[in-house]
């Protein structure tokens, strides 16, 4: 289980990454905007657990990526997260 110390750091980061990336979402309705945020939040957790088992595995489930590999492929899968169109019909 995480400390709510530890919670509050991890918010607090994304909270200062949010000023860099919500430019990235300009094209996009507000309610869209807070889903992708929701979701790119939950993707980088997810991901980071992923690739640390990945690390711990002997041997792993499937190849592992360099961690200067898995971090350049991270931020490339957000950046086109937060870019993609939407199909959301407007006001949706």
Known sequence: ???AGDAITINTSITRCAAYLLP???HLPAPVIAERTSQVTGFII????????LMDSDP???P???VEDFTVN???TILAILQA???VAAGG
Do not use: E, G, H, K
């Open 74 to 76: 991270l931020v490339d």
């Open 24 to 26: 990235s979402l300009d």
């Open 64 to 66: 592992v990526l360099s």
């Open 46 to 53: 997810r991901a980071c657990s992923d690739q640390s088992r």
């Open 85 to 87: 169109p939407t199909s």
């Open 1 to 3: 289980m995480t400390d």
């Open 60 to 62: 792993p489930a499937r």
